[in-house]
């Protein structure tokens, strides 16, 4: 018998969203006031899978439109993650813990 009965169900993957809070901490948790260089760059990411998944009874964007929205959320992504990287240079050239 090769079924396993009683193995539990893989857990569901977790929403962009909360992934995208997550992430958040970690760069506050690294950079401290240095993340706000890339805050402008998360709040999108954040607007727009809000939008790709609106809360409540609001209607899904088009086909087309949630398209546009990943193409945008990939973008942002990439760009916040050289800022990202820079930004992390940066503290680490700028002498943290040199104390």
């Keep these: 018998m090769s079924r396993r009965l009683g193995a539990p169900p893989a857990p569901p993957a977790p929403k962009p969203l909360t992934l995208l809070t997550a992430l958040e901490q970690r760069v ?10 890339a805050q402008p760059l998360l709040d999108d990411v954040r607007q727009a899978l809000v939008a790709l998944d609106p809360p409540g ?3 899904l964007p088009s086909p087309q439109e949630q398209q546009k929205l990943r193409a945008k959320v990939t973008a942002t992504l ?14 680490r050239s700028g002498g943290r813990g040199s104390d």
């Design 57 to 59: 009874d609001t209607m």
């Design 28 to 37: 506050e948790e690294a950079l401290g006031p240095l993340r706000e260089g």
């Design 78 to 91: 990439e760009e916040a993650e050289d800022v990202l990287e820079a930004l992390q240079l940066g503290a």
